[in-house]
């Protein structure tokens, strides 16, 4: 895959990489497919819980931290970019704040695979 990985950081801060992910078009779409179907493992009926989409995007280091602390990783902006990728069908599951319980649907596996269009 070209572009950015899982675990990339993003800027360089007084000479500290972070994410900074401020805004949910901040997350390409590809990488947060990717951070989805990584979070919910394999099987039937997985799904990926909202925390650890989140802590994906993290630096390794902050990965054990709660969610809603893991520096230049809002939950807000990720609830945000779920909320743009199920819009256009890629995703469902739960949106209100919660868990999450989110999954890939068939048209986001697609986008995945390399045979659809995000």
Do not use: Q
Not at 83 to 99: H, I, M, P, S, T
Not at 103 to 112: F, I, M, N, P, S
């Amino acid at each position: 895959m070209n572009g950015p990985r899982l675990g990339d950081p993003r800027h360089l801060d007084n000479g500290i990489w972070w994410f900074g992910y401020r805004h949910a078009r901040d997350i390409p779409d590809r990488l947060f497919l990717e951070a989805v179907a990584a979070a919910g493992g394999t099987g039937e009926f997985t799904c990926a819980m909202r925390s650890d989409v989140t802590r994906l995007f993290a630096l390794p280091r902050d990965r054990d931290k709660p969610s809603h602390e893991i520096p230049g990783v809002p939950w807000k902006v990720v609830l945000a970019k779920f909320r743009r990728v199920k819009g256009r069908g890629l995703v469902d599951g739960c949106d209100c704040g919660c868990r999450g319980d989110w999954y890939l649907t068939d048209k986001g596996w697609a986008v995945l695979a390399g045979e659809g269009d995000s």
